[in-house]
């Protein structure tokens, strides 16, 4: 029985001084890979920082991307940069983007404008997608439906926090969805009507660490090892064993990244 952390930020300060020890804690734990995605500034090295952490450990990959957050701070030269991180054979997705109007820390129109560009980009260098969507269900559905109408896309749509029916049309354009933590929490019980309508082969898990610690863990920083929990409280939820849970998450993120674990041990 293995797990995969399919989306996590152990680069982050959070976890400055103990990395080593937060991946011992999850490969004791049977989470066997994880997908350390790249955010912050473009122009400062803090996405190049997430690459450098996936190459110093096995079974360990990275995305890039600039986060709705960032959006104004994406330019000709950001993508630049961004491309040539995607050379590291570490690098096997393009995210986390998308579209952020809780926070509105990037206007709407740049969010937007800067969601497409990226999306060819993506495209263009036939990555996969990991998308981050808030408050912005109806036009993150509208765009991904636009621009990923396309023979080969592949897409993730990342701590999945909308309706069972953007799940259902996201599902038809190919993408997997991800519950992290947040979908154990007693008042989520929107996040559990949209998870009765993903089938397991659909299914991803996630921390997204250091956010979203799940029960009984909530409260406390979170870490890739937490993320067995979730996987918990979904095979209570969809009534299977934890085991198929572990396996069939697992299968679906290695079959989708079209990837074989390497074995303990070897680089």
Known sequence: MIFIDSHCHIDGKAFDGERDEIVRRAKAAGVKALLNIGTGNPHDGEIARAVEVAEHYENVFASVGVHPHDAKLYDDKAEETLVNLTKSAKVIAWGEIGLDYYYDHSPRDVQREVFIRQIRKAKELDLPIIIHSRDADDETVGILTDECSYEGFRGIMHCFGGTAEMAE????LGFLISFAGNV????????RDAARVVPLEKLLIETDCPFLTP??????????AFVVHTAQ???????????????????????????????????
Request: aromatic share 14%; glycine share 8%; no cysteine.
């Open 169 to 172: 049309s996201l599902m038809k």
């Open 184 to 191: 154990t929490f007693k008042k989520a019980e929107n996040l």
């Open 215 to 224: 029960v009984p863990f909530r409260g406390k920083r979170n870490e890739p």
């Open 233 to 267: 409280f979904l095979a209570g939820f969809y009534g299977v064993e934890l085991e198929k849970i572990a396996n069939r998450t697992s299968e679906n993120f290695l079959n989708f990244f079209r990837l074989n674990l390497i074995p303990e041990g070897n680089q």
